[in-house]
């Protein structure tokens, strides 16, 4: 993979931030967008701007061509069988609410379980827990090893034949733990039991199939894959979507509507309702067809090389505190003895972006006895220069507070 060329589409890439040339190393909150993207939104509100689906002029054909056409990018990155089981929402925090509202609150009741783990985002922990507070079933974790793996001998353990919904983070937003997600949709299956996927961090970064990883649901976010920001993907297979009631009641979503009753349009429609994110969408699938020419295979080795070599490096710094398994994505969370937004403001004046803070896991941050962390987090466009960056900035941290440390 040609990094520099990869770069080079990235207009915001290119800037001083504070006077230094900017190191952005926070690409799991979210990606930057390449020339592309940015270029099919604004052809789309030049062009093309109209509503979908419901006029017969040429700027509506045009532009429900390109937001069906969209599916239909999203359907083969992920292979899905069909474009019903795609829908289009708001990101993975709306997906996993719908699934929650839809799915959950009018299948479960008292005695059935929801199992989860510690390491989850916020958005894939609330919903459960009001949907367990709501039908009375209970909510359980699979115990974490602690370098923040799972065992399947632990998911064995905790999946029962009461539980009905296990619901686990591909990839862990703080560890950077890619969780085994086929052989935990076997042992929920074998269980009589469904898995729910949050997506966000594992389908920008590696191939997902969601045939051969047998998942019922599977969410994550454009903004996080170098796309817009403001849509997101909810893929369920088509049986159990077919039997679920839409959340949101309006324009779009309907078949026919009279005075006392309504009925609602085909898969995927009926999730849909109101205008959608339509510009989001257009945007997405040019941010699958960047993400496609460069290579889903080449992102991943280069991010793995780039983790490696950061985990490398970073180790070389005295107190610091890494967190995570060895065997990762590209991202790596650490402390050092200085509280990390005092971290980030520091590296941030260097022209350094990492995150700081619980990253919307405070469950995990008291598995880990902190109550935050910082994490730099890389994408297809960053650099081995970037992380030298970032641990001379490290250093001249430790400089800084002297003492303190």
């Not at 060329?5 to 909150?29: K, T």
């Not at 940015?38 to 017969?56: K, L, Q």
């Not at 994505?329 to 050092?336: C, D, E, R």
């Not at 990390?340 to 022209?351: C, F, I, K, M, S």
Request: proline share 4%; aromatic share 8%.
């Amino acid at each position: 993979m040609d990094v520099k060329a990869v770069r080079d589409e990235f207009p915001i890439l290119h800037q001083d931030v504070n006077g230094y040339p900017l190191v952005y190393l926070d690409s799991s909150a979210t990606s930057q967008k390449p020339r592309q993207v940015i270029d099919a939104v604004d052809a789309y509100y030049r062009e093309n701007n109209a509503n979908v689906h419901r006029g017969v002029h040429t700027l509506s054909m045009r532009a429900t061509d390109q937001y069906e056409g969209a599916r239909e990018k999203v359907r083969q990155f992920i292979n899905a069988s069909s474009t019903a089981e795609v829908i289009f929402t708001r990101g993975t925090t709306t997906s996993l609410n719908t699934i929650a509202y839809s799915y959950a609150w009018p299948n479960l009741q008292a005695g059935d379980e929801i199992v989860i783990t510690e390491m989850e985002h916020h958005s894939n922990l609330i919903p459960w827990q009001q949907a367990a507070k709501a039908t009375g079933a209970a909510l359980k974790y699979i115990p974490m090893q602690s370098d923040g793996t799972l065992t399947l001998e632990d998911v064995r353990e905790t999946v029962t034949e009461h539980t009905k919904i296990v619901a686990i983070s591909h990839v862990s937003n703080v560890l950077g733990t890619i969780n085994p997600v086929k052989e935990m949709a076997h042992i929920a299956h074998q269980n009589g039991a469904i898995i729910v996927v949050d997506g966000a961090q594992g389908a920008p970064h590696m191939n997902v199939d969601v045939q051969d990883l047998d998942c019922d649901f599977y969410t994550f976010s454009g903004h996080k894959m170098l796309g817009p920001t403001g849509i997101g993907v909810l893929y369920g297979k088509q049986a159990l979507l077919e039997n679920m009631e839409p959340v949101e009641f309006g324009g779009e979503m309907i078949d026919v509507v009279d005075f006392y009753d309504s009925t609602w349009k085909e898969l995927p429609w009926k999730f849909e309702g109101g205008t959608p994110v339509i510009a989001g969408a257009i945007g997405l699938g040019a941010a699958i067809d960047f993400l496609n020419n460069v290579g889903m295979n080449a992102i991943m080795e280069h991010e793995q090389n780039l983790v490696n070599y950061a985990l490398k490096k970073l180790r070389t710094i005295d107190d610091i505190s890494i967190y995570g398994p060895e065997e990762r994505t590209a991202l790596v969370t650490f402390n050092l003895n200085v509280h990390p937004h005092d971290l980030a403001t520091v590296l941030d004046a260097e022209g350094i972006a990492v995150r700081a803070g619980h990253h919307c896991a405070q469950p995990l941050m008291k598995w880990l006895n902190s109550p935050a962390t910082a994490r730099a987090s890389f994408y297809l466009y960053n650099t081995e220069e970037e992380v030298d960056r970032l641990v001379e900035g490290l250093l001249h941290t430790k400089e800084f507070f002297g003492d303190v440390i």
